[in-house]
C-alpha cells in the first residue's frame, strides 16, 4: 500500500510547523498556519483540524482509537456484530459506564467516547463489524494490533445521519508502517472500509513580520 495515496480524502492540512521532540514524543502548531502557539503530538493535531472543519450542514467529529479497540469492543459489548449493531447510542453509553471497571482490570483496554462507537458501528455492515472483531480476537492475531490512529466523521446537522467514516493512521515523516499496520489497512480496505495513511509534512515556521 503506497502510503502517499490520497484517498479517502480528508480536506485538511498535513502541513506542519514548529517541531519540538523531547525523548520519543514530537509536538507541532495545531493551527495548518502556524500562526497559534497551542501544540499537540501528531494524531491530537490531525483530529483537531478535522473537527474544526466547515462545511454548511455538516459537524465532523472524531476520536482517537487505542490499539486494543476491536478486543475492547468484544469484551465490553460481547462478540455478535449482529447484538451490537442494533444499540443505541443511549444504550452504548450504559454499557460504557457498567463496563469500565471490566476494561481496565483487563490490561487497561479502553473506548472512545458513545458517539463515536455509535458513528463506527453505523458506517459498518454487520459482516464487516463481525470480521473486524473475529480477526482481532483470534488467536492468529494475538499480539499484534494495527488498528488505525484515528476515526474520523461527519454528521448532518439536519437529520443527525452519518454521511462519512475514515479510519486514519497518522505518521510522521519518514515514521515507517508496522507490517501489522499496512495489513489492518488492506484488510480494512478489503471490506469496504475507507482506511488510509496522513503522512504529515513539515515545513520552518514563517517569520513573523516585525511591527513598524
Given at each position: 500500500m503506497k502510503d502517499t495515496n490520497i484517498k479517502p480524502s480528508l480536506r485538511i492540512s498535513h502541513i506542519v510547523y514548529g517541531r519540538i521532540a523531547v525523548g520519543n514524543k514530537v509536538t507541532y502548531l495545531i493551527a495548518p498556519s502556524g500562526a497559534d502557539e497551542k501544540r499537540a503530538?501528531?494524531?491530537?493535531?490531525?483530529?483537531?483540524?478535522w473537527r474544526k472543519r466547515k462545511f454548511p450542514g455538516y459537524v465532523f467529529s472524531g476520536s482517537r482509537l487505542s490499539s486494543t479497540f476491536w478486543r475492547a469492543i468484544a469484551l465490553a459489548f460481547g462478540a455478535d456484530a449482529r447484538s451490537i449493531s442494533k444499540l443505541s447510542q443511549e444504550e452504548i453509553q450504559q454499557v460504557l459506564e457498567n463496563k469500565r471497571n471490566i476494561l481496565k482490570?483487563?490490561?487497561?483496554?479502553?473506548?472512545?467516547?458513545?458517539?463515536?462507537?455509535?458513528?463506527i458501528i453505523l458506517i459498518s455492515s454487520t459482516n464487516r463489524l463481525q470480521q473486524m472483531i473475529d480477526r482481532h480476537i483470534s488467536e492468529a492475531h494475538k499480539g499484534k494490533s494495527g488498528v488505525p490512529d484515528l476515526f474520523l466523521f461527519a454528521r448532518s446537522v439536519v437529520d443527525k445521519k452519518i454521511t462519512m467514516?475514515?479510519?486514519?493512521?497518522?505518521?510522521?515523516?519518514?515514521?515507517?508502517?508496522?507490517?501489522?499496520?499496512?495489513?489492518?489497512?488492506?484488510?480494512m480496505n478489503s471490506l469496504g472500509f475507507n482506511a488510509r495513511v496522513l503522512r504529515l509534512i513539515e515545513r520552518v515556521q514563517p517569520s513573523k513580520k516585525s511591527k513598524s
Open positions: 503530538i501528531p494524531e491530537t493535531v490531525v483530529l483537531s483540524r482490570s483487563n490490561g487497561f483496554l479502553t473506548l472512545p467516547n458513545a458517539e463515536t462507537l455509535h458513528a467514516g475514515r479510519f486514519v493512521e497518522v505518521k510522521k515523516p519518514e515514521e515507517p508502517l508496522s507490517k501489522a499496520q499496512i495489513e489492518e489497512l488492506h484488510f
